[in-house]
């Protein structure tokens, strides 16, 4: 069974940071492209960033310079590092693995930023 569990979110004041993980079992974990996606209230789920089992990494626009996503293949564990937090960062944010057509999402973490 696929399991991803997010962990790290929480309240953090505009320009703060913030590091959120997300630990994977009932995968190969290397093989998987992880990403990270948000959802805010009333919008949709849009893709923050990804990384690949090889490490080439792709970000939104809007995080680029802020947010960095990385992975630790021994730990099975994907992590996005989030700096100069902003209040349009506010969401809900979602693991995400996915090989081929396959794709496992986690049921995400709260990170709100208080303006």
């Known amino acids: 069974q696929v399991q991803l569990v997010e962990s790290g979110g929480g309240l953090v004041q505009a320009g703060g940071s913030l590091r959120l993980s997300c630990a994977s079992s009932?995968?190969?974990?290397?093989?998987?492209?992880m990403a990270w996606h948000r959802q805010a209230p009333g919008k949709q789920r849009e893709l923050v960033a990804a990384?690949?089992?090889?490490?080439?990494?792709n970000y939104a626009d809007s995080v680029k310079g802020r947010f960095t996503i990385s992975r630790d293949n021994a730990k099975n564990t994907v992590y996005l590092q989030m700096n100069t937090l902003e209040p349009e960062d506010t969401a809900v944010y979602y693991c995400?693995?996915?090989?081929?057509?396959?794709?496992?999402w986690g049921q995400g973490t709260q990170v709100t930023v208080s303006s």
């Open positions: 995400n693995a996915r090989l081929g057509i396959g794709t496992h």
């Open positions: 009932g995968i190969i974990f290397s093989r998987y492209t």
């Open positions: 990384i690949t089992g090889g490490g080439n990494t």
